[in-house]
């Protein structure tokens, strides 16, 4: 282990063995010298009745084990530091360490070497200690976001009548907190600084909550400078939330036109896309394919297309039990449709999940499609077989796939254009 690395972890270690300042840390990848034994570590210090305790959570591939480790005497040997220590000999390859004030973050290149980048709060966070509590709030209730969007009251607390869109909200950074964390660990999108902020849109944004939503997590809680643009067909909606934007001391704009239209300048990195309605969400995928975006979030709406194309064509034998009942088809349209979708982004040199967005008694439209750009574009071999064999059962023509083909007719009639 080189001596910059070792220098590194130990830096790691002394803000890993503060029980008063440690607020969250995560492990995750690999050194090139070898693979750890969990895929992801997560560790923060909970209050039991035993006294503080560090509690670390592993997942493998199938499932997360949570184990609570004393602290003990401050420089006295302790469980607790000799699970950190065992963690530290791991070959992860990347660390994320928040505490109360900062943010750090160590990165093992390819020739084990640690690159280190420290940022300083704007504002302080406090460290939660609850061990028997639910899921530790990104957001608190009482922040100015909330007050200002109108979640909660004068007093910070949150309106009964909003609850299920401040879960929402919740859970959207929860996912969004994850992808752009690990898609800045695994250098698929660059490390944003205050001379170029990370670039963000929210293609159809309405009221814009998750916008500032967004804004207000990555800029004062993981300490990211963030320019956030929302884009709404309403001139109504661009008043409304460029006055809020200037409440909350935001850097976010905002612009009328449509998803596929509206002109954004430069390109964004992180595109999102929640709730358009019908083929606005592949208006909004075939955007971001188009601006070659690192970081997508979409959460589909209803999916009329797929399913109206079902209710024209013949069942294919033998799948008629699925499309004889209108709502056993409307389910399975939509379903069909998002496989589609991550296939055709996955064939466009995305890595993509299709996650669960909230709980089903929030929303009936609760599924989406988290996607990290891993690679160039998929010209054929398996993944393509089994799209060009799905489609062709079904007798489907996916929307997105008209429009990515436009893009491409369109990439290759400039490069003749050029050429000439």
Request: with cysteine; hydrophobic share 35%; glycine share 6%.
């Amino acid at each position: 282990m080189s001596e910059p690395l070792l220098r590194g972890l130990a830096r790691m270690r002394s803000h890993l063995l503060d029980p008063d300042a440690l607020v969250r840390a995560v492990a995750s990848g690999r050194q090139k010298s070898g693979a750890p034994q969990w895929r992801r570590v997560e560790l923060r210090y909970v209050d039991l009745k035993a006294g503080r305790h560090l509690q670390v959570t592993s997942y493998d591939e199938q499932q997360a084990h949570t184990a609570n480790h004393a602290v003990g005497e401050p420089r006295q040997p302790s469980p607790a530091r000799d699970a950190v220590d065992a963690l530290l000999d791991e070959p992860f390859g990347n660390w994320h360490v928040e505490t109360t004030t900062q943010s750090h973050q160590l990165r093992v290149t390819k020739k084990g070497e640690a690159l280190v980048h420290t940022s300083d709060r704007k504002e302080a966070l406090e460290a939660s200690r609850g061990h028997d509590r639910g899921k530790e709030r990104l957001l608190p209730e009482d922040d100015p976001l909330f007050r200002e969007l109108g979640l909660t009251d004068a007093q910070g607390r949150l309106k009964p009548s909003r609850q299920a869109k401040y879960r929402q909200v919740e859970e959207f950074l929860r996912l969004l907190d994850t992808t752009v964390v690990e898609a800045v660990e695994k250098g698929h999108l660059r490390r944003p600084t205050e001379a170029e902020p990370l670039r963000v849109v929210d293609l159809g944004c309405g009221n814009a909550y998750l916008t500032f939503a967004a804004h207000r997590y990555l800029s004062h809680v993981r300490s990211l400078p963030v320019a956030i643009t929302g884009v709404d067909v309403k001139e109504q909606s661009r008043e409304h939330n460029s006055a809020v934007a200037g409440r909350l001391g935001a850097d976010a704009g905002f612009v009328v036109g449509t998803i596929a239209d509206a002109q954004v300048d430069p390109a964004p990195e992180v595109v999102l896309a929640l709730h358009a309605c019908d083929t606005a969400t592949d208006e909004a995928l075939a955007r971001a394919v188009a601006w070659g975006a690192p970081v997508v979030l979409a959460a589909p709406c209803c999916h009329h297309d797929v399913a109206a194309q079902l209710r024209r064509a013949p069942t294919p034998s033998p799948y008629a039990a699925l499309t004889r009942h209108g709502i056993l088809r409307e389910r399975f349209a939509d379903t069909l449709t998002d496989a589609l979708r991550a296939s055709l982004m996955r064939l466009a040199g995305y890595k993509v999940d299709v996650v669960q967005f909230v709980e089903s008694q929030h929303t009936p439209r609760n599924t989406l499609l988290r996607a990290t750009r891993t690679g160039s574009p998929v010209r054929g071999g398996t993944l393509r077989t089994e799209y060009d064999d799905l489609v062709a059962t079904w007798g489907l023509t996916p929307r997105l796939a008209v429009l990515l083909d436009e893009q491409q007719r369109d990439q290759q009639r400039d490069q003749q254009d050029a050429g000439a």
